[in-house]
């Protein structure tokens, strides 16, 4: 199994900045790719950013671009995502997930963690 412990989430203003770790844990060698997701409320969970397993490929959501960076340590067996220029729509749960070299799914999940942007 694999575990994956989020932290880093917090309330920040409006145009301010936050760092979000995902530390991966147990059967590291069965993930892939990683990324990052969220959830507003009342809203569907949409992915935020991807990165493939070496680091060198990079996927963002439209409304994050030029915003939010994803990275990740593979020695530390962590993952990054650093969000600059918040806002207020960016206020949801944030979700480390990664993804299953077996199935190329996102099969496991952290906790998630709470950004709230304040306007």
Not at 13 to 30: D, E, F, M, N
Not at 68 to 91: C, G, H
Not at 100 to 113: E, H, L, M, N, P
């Amino acid at each position: 199994q694999v575990q994956l412990l989020e932290s880093g989430g917090g309330l920040v203003q409006a145009g301010g900045s936050l760092r979000l770790s995902c530390v991966a844990s147990g059967s590291i060698v069965r993930i892939n790719a990683m990324g990052w997701f969220r959830q507003a409320p009342g809203k569907q969970r949409e992915l935020v950013a991807t990165i493939t397993s070496g680091g060198s490929t990079t996927n963002y959501a439209v409304s994050v671009k030029g915003r939010f960076t994803i990275n990740r340590d593979n020695a530390k067996n962590t993952v990054y995502l650093q969000m600059n220029s918040l806002k207020p729509e960016d206020t949801a749960v944030y979700y480390c997930a990664a993804q299953k070299r077996a199935t190329s799914s996102y099969d496991y999940w952290g906790q998630g963690t709470q950004v709230t942007v304040s306007s």
